[in-house]
């Protein structure tokens, strides 16, 4: 649609797709020996070539020492989510995210008739002091929680990154009261300044957290592939259950094609590359916010990944503002879909600077500014 | 490994792949102005090009009428079955499957720890006098299943069809006593002669019948690209699910090749191609086990599919038989892994024609011969 600006779209634009080296891996591929490995059913574990490209990069990258048996490939983060969810809780399960939380995983477990037990995070993640409290009153109803699900960096939807400390304090609280960490870390790459905290999994030694990594991000989500680094008594389990044993492991023919792409050297460059574009639409989308937004609304300073998190003045309603910009044809994330409960969301929006081109991201911002005015007065 | 006769093996033959056709179709794909849809998140229910062509073949092919809104694209028949299972199902539920039946679905089942009850079969599919007398006493032992899983065409393991009686029979109880049917009919087009019965959901008229389809067999199994024909109210449920709506839909890369391959022509011509191949190479098994084994052995023989299953006379039981063939480098699907008791399966075995060159197969069913005649004695 001519003129319509999704802030909501939480994907790659167009011109950050690799398409032109994509293809000179596939053309290379087709007069490769091992071809067939692309059409035909592969090992449950997934790509050996890609599973040994990442426990490289995981060592070269961030010191990380796992084993090709702490390795799996999956038909990306969100499947792994799903297969996690699906393997380590029943129905009525309690589970623990943050408040707010991604939204997509939320719709997962609320398929799954989990009990999700939200906690509030600040600018360093999840309040560690609200945490046990949850965790003790928990434990104490006899109904331990089964893990805490988490986006550590950069997290979607507000763009924060858990402290180291309270990484730490997570995972002793884990420890203490038996239940998991899932560390959906799917924007580790997309990292502008800085270093980032060594993740949960390399926290804890591997024990009790399950770390997702995709290439949805850094090469294109239509792929499919992704990764879960575990213990290998749960990767083995995880490998010799239904889904894989009959699926032949997840999407060879893109995972083939992933790894020729990962071990041509292309991939690392596309990854540098995509930092800077990414932090130049970042930049443009601060800018555009500190120039149009009135002084009542606030917002987050992401480091890294795809969103900025918006917090309207204490008159302010979401609906109204979603209302009002859907006839400018502007659209964006409502805080609302981003809480267990949902009210609690209203004076709260997710923009993203992964998609829209930067004038219509400017032109965007300026419309929800002038909005946000008129709305408030 | 040299010399290894893998007879286990369920899939395509590498020279039954269509891989130059293929190569043509994504390289035509690049210069197209729509190629960003291969890389980015797509629409939940899939590929709306490759819905439209199942859409019209199911019309043309089976005189089956569905609209757009009865179809979703799914990555592979397998992610459907874990797919209706985690959707229809809670733990402890009752579940009826065919005695024996796919090896795999099982596993998923006892996955998401459903109760499975197996009825058996004969040269016609289930037995209809035991799965009523099954279903009745589930019923009034307040347990009424929730679905009757079965592989309609060319069954994995046995070869078998599914009678159109006895389909209309199945029909009739599940409406009676409100069970759903997963059909799952990855074989149907590769039928050697003859014509095969209604499919379930035509029979049923659409109502509470999930029919699985796959390219699988015929294209390719390592793109994981399959359809599920549904209820529509089911298909918006579905899509609406956590995993899709976080996923993008199924395999977008791989789903839109697959689109473009069947929109191009080329799968109709490759299907008819497929089904003389699969066709000789039954016909040379069959011819096989003729020659060599002792008349005390019986076997299916299948007008289409992949598979032909063995049962070994009284005194002979497939432990040994494997044992003594793995000795000989010749390996087989062990009947005890198609049971929900494995015990059940102790005489069976099930040889696939549709993967080793057919000197190997020749050689594999001639060891096979000479063990049991020397087991049996």
Chains 1, 2 share one sequence.
Request: proline share 5%; charged share 25%.
């Amino acid at each position: 649609m001519a003129g319509s600006i999704p802030l909501f779209a939480g994907h790659p634009a167009h011109d950050l797709l690799p398409i032109a080296d994509f293809q000179a891996i596939v053309d290379a591929a087709w007069s490769k020996p091992d071809v067939v490995r692309l059409f035909n059913y592969g090992d449950e574990q997934g790509d050996a070539r890609l599973i040994g490209f990442l426990a490289r990069r995981l060592l070269e990258a961030e010191g990380l020492r796992v084993g090709r048996e702490n390795l799996m490939i999956i038909g990306g983060a969100t499947w792994g989510v799903n297969m996690l969810t699906q393997q380590l809780t029943a129905p009525d399960d309690v589970i623990l995210v943050d408040s707010p939380s991604y939204r997509d995983a939320l719709h997962i477990f609320r398929d799954q008739e989990l009990e999700i037990r939200s906690v509030p995070i600040d600018s360093g993640g999840i309040n560690i002091a609200a945490l046990t409290e949850t965790v003790h009153a928990l434990v104490e109803a006899g109904k331990t929680p089964k893990f805490y699900y988490v986006v550590p960096n950069f997290q979607n939807p507000t763009g924060i990154t858990l402290s180291r400390e309270r990484r730490l304090a997570i995972i002793k609280l884990s420890r203490r009261f038996g239940f998991s960490i899932i560390e959906d870390d799917v924007y580790r790459d997309i990292r502008f300044v800085g270093e980032l905290p060594a993740s949960l999994y390399a926290l804890a030694k591997g024990k009790n957290v399950f770390r997702l990594g995709t290439f949805s991000k850094t090469l294109a989500p239509g792929l499919r592939v992704g990764w879960l680094v575990a213990d290998s008594e749960w990767i083995e389990r995880f490998v010799g259950s239904g889904l894989l044993k009959m699926g032949g492991g997840a999407n060879p023919f893109t995972a083939a094609v992933v790894a020729d792409y990962c071990l041509s050297g292309r991939w690392e460059g596309h990854v540098a590359w995509l930092r800077d574009q990414y932090q130049r639409r970042c930049e443009v989308a601060l800018a555009a916010l500190r120039e149009t937004m009135p002084d009542s609304v606030r917002w987050t300073r992401p480091r890294g990944g795809y969103f900025i998190w918006l917090t309207l003045p204490p008159n302010a309603h979401v609906d109204d503002l979603e209302l009002a910009a859907k006839q400018e044809r502007v659209y964006f994330a409502s805080g609302k879909g981003f809480f267990v409960n949902p009210a609690d969301g209203k004076r709260h929006l997710r923009i993203s600077f992964s998609y829209v081109p930067l004038d219509d991201m400017r032109r965007g911002i300026g419309t929800l500014g002038e909005l946000i005015k008129r709305l408030s007065r």
